[in-house]
C-alpha cells in the first residue's frame, strides 16, 4: 500500500513538472504584462502553481484551470499592488499633486472627478461632451502616467539613499 501512494506521488510530481515547463513561461509573461514588475509577477506565478500542486488533483489540471487560477490570483495580486499605490500616494501627496500638474487640465478634471468625486464615467462624459470610451481611455493614460511617475520617484530616492 505505500509503495502505491510513493509511486503515486510520484507519477504525480512527474506530471506536474511537464505542467510546469510547459505553461511556466507563460504564465510568467501574462502576470508581467498586467502588472509590469518582476518581482510581483513571479511571486504571481509562484503562486498560481504553488495553489495547483497544493489541491493534488494534478491529473485534472488542464489549461482552463490554470487561467481560472491565473486570473484569481492576478486579481488579488493587482489589489494589494493597487492598495500600495493608494498608501503611497496618501503619505506623498506633494509627490502626487505635482504629479497631477503635469497632466492636461481635462485629464486632471477626469482624474479628479473619478478619484474624488466618485462620479461614473458615463457621467463625466457627459459632462465634459466627450464619448465614455475617451473617458476610460485618458482616465487609464492618466493613471498610468501618475503610476511611472511615482516609480521614477520613488527610484530616485533609492539611489540618493545608496549614495
Request: aromatic content about 10%; glycine content about 2%; hydrophobic content about 40%.
Amino acid at each position: 500500500m505505500l509503495k502505491q501512494s510513493l509511486q503515486f506521488s510520484f507519477r504525480d510530481k512527474f506530471i506536474f513538472k511537464a505542467f510546469l515547463k510547459k505553461y511556466q513561461a507563460k504564465v510568467y509573461q501574462f502576470c508581467y504584462l498586467l502588472v509590469n514588475d518582476r518581482s510581483v509577477a513571479e511571486e504571481i506565478t509562484a503562486n498560481v502553481f504553488l495553489t495547483i500542486y497544493e489541491k493534488g488533483n494534478i491529473r485534472e489540471i488542464n489549461s482552463y484551470s490554470l487561467y481560472q487560477h491565473l486570473v484569481l490570483c492576478v486579481k488579488d495580486s493587482l489589489l494589494v499592488k493597487r492598495n500600495k499605490i493608494i498608501s503611497r500616494l496618501q503619505s506623498n501627496t506633494s509627490i502626487v499633486n505635482e504629479a497631477v500638474c503635469l497632466l492636461s487640465t481635462e485629464d486632471r478634471i477626469i482624474i479628479g472627478l473619478t478619484h474624488v468625486c466618485s462620479v461614473s464615467a458615463e457621467d463625466i462624459s457627459l459632462l465634459m461632451n466627450i464619448p465614455k470610451q475617451e473617458v476610460k481611455e485618458r482616465l487609464y493614460q492618466s493613471r498610468e502616467f501618475l503610476t511611472d511617475f511615482l516609480n521614477e520617484q520613488e527610484r530616485r530616492e533609492q539611489l540618493e539613499l545608496l549614495s
